[in-house]
């Protein structure tokens, strides 16, 4: 883990972004949470993260995502260098659609 994370007492969030259980209950606490320009830049990264990983081309995704191409690029070095996160949680919801099907 960052260290530098680390220092910031990210682990509390984490702790409790993992009790939540439903779609409901994270609509809750992030309402809380975040402002919604902060929602909307995390959702759109995420959103970015998974056309890259489709191998969408860039044009698309701003057109679709209305991220700019300095959003996109600093998601495409985190899917390239970065710690796997999105990966795995990529991963997991793929296994899950798959297993609903």
């Known amino acids: 883990m960052?260290?530098?994370?680390?220092?910031?007492?990210?682990?509390?969030?984490?702790?409790?972004?993992?009790?939540l259980h439903t779609?409901?209950?994270?609509?809750?606490?992030?309402?809380?949470?975040?402002?919604?320009?902060e929602l909307r830049a995390m959702s759109q990264r995420i959103h970015v993260a998974r056309m890259l990983s489709e191998k969408q081309v860039y044009s698309a995704i701003v057109s679709e995502?209305?991220?700019?191409?300095?959003?996109?690029?600093?998601v495409k070095r985190s899917l390239d260098?970065?710690?796997?996160g999105y990966k795995i949680v990529f991963?997991?919801?793929?296994?899950?659609?798959?297993?609903?099907a």
């Open 2 to 19: 960052n260290e530098k994370l680390r220092k910031l007492n990210v682990e509390f969030l984490f702790s409790a972004v993992l009790q």
């Open 81 to 84: 260098y970065g710690c796997d």
């Open 91 to 100: 991963d997991r919801m793929k296994k899950e659609e798959e297993e609903k």
């Open 65 to 74: 995502t209305g991220a700019s191409t300095a959003t996109i690029s600093r």
């Open 23 to 37: 779609m409901e209950e994270c609509y809750k606490f992030f309402e809380d949470l975040c402002t919604v320009p």
